[in-house]
């Protein structure tokens, strides 16, 4: 949605925030059919497993934390600690599908769309103003289990 | 976030529901969405539409024009 459509709040955010750009953009070249790949999603919708350590909210620049959320999780009962007044939060408590599409992977996988679901997937905690630990240290991590897993696409969903 | 698992060696693609900010911060490859936040992937409970929009992103994985931003209309 065009950015003069958020709120005065937001706008105002969104403006005056110093977005770091992606330079060099790095490009990986698929190899591999979609139909062969190994799909795994990272979602910033702070979704987490029932019993799971909750997203803190409270931690200054935004929690750079991550949660691990299995291909057999039942999404139905994945539990939202994402707090921001941004957005309408009615989607995702509705149908956690709408920002973390696991349940879609897994068709996409019974009709041939793509190989396999991954084995685990990545659940972020949007809203993060002071980036930094999130590069230095919570990437890194994210990285490693998704080369453990050999997964060759990522799709990255924002709330 | 993207960059570092693309630099990585494994080919990513993100939704992005304001690709003004997206054109800035350039990530490798990204569709964008006529959607409000909270619904990147359209609408609850419409496993259709879900499934139509996760196709639409599969189908930007392979491009190697980046930083690109495509369309989902």
């Not at chain 1, 057999?72 to 599908?97: I, K, M």
């Not at chain 1, 993060?128 to 696409?153: M, N, Q, S, W, Y």
Request: proline share 8%; with cysteine; hydrophobic share 40%.
């Amino acid at each position: 949605m065009p950015l003069s459509e958020l709120s005065l709040k937001h706008r105002l955010f969104v403006k005056t925030y110093r977005w770091r750009e992606v330079d060099p953009v790095p490009c990986t070249r698929l190899e591999k059919e979609i139909g062969e790949c190994r799909v795994a999603l990272v979602s910033s919708a702070g979704l987490v497993v029932p019993g799971d350590e909750p997203f803190d909210e409270t931690i200054k620049g935004g929690d750079y934390s991550y949660r691990v959320i299995p291909a057999d999780a039942d999404v139905s009962s994945l539990v939202e600690y994402h707090r921001s007044s941004a957005f309408d939060h009615s989607g995702v408590e509705a149908d956690a599908n709408v920002a973390f599409p696991l349940d879609r992977l897994h068709e996409l996988t019974a009709d041939g769309t793509i190989g396999e679901v991954a084995p685990r997937h990545v659940s972020l905690m949007g809203s993060i103003t002071a980036p930094g630990r999130l590069v230095a240290k919570t990437a890194p991590e994210v990285v490693g289990i998704l080369r453990d897993d050999e997964v060759d696409v990522a799709l990255l969903v924002p709330v | 976030m993207q960059a570092e698992i693309e630099r990585a060696g494994i080919a990513t693609a993100s939704i992005t529901l304001l690709p003004e900010i997206t054109r800035k911060v350039r990530p490798p490859r990204a569709l964008a969405v006529p959607y409000r936040l909270g619904f990147p992937l359209g609408e609850a409970n419409a496993p259709e539409l879900q499934r139509a929009i996760l196709k639409a992103l599969l189908a930007i994985v392979h491009r190697e024009d980046v930083p690109y931003v495509g369309e989902y209309v």
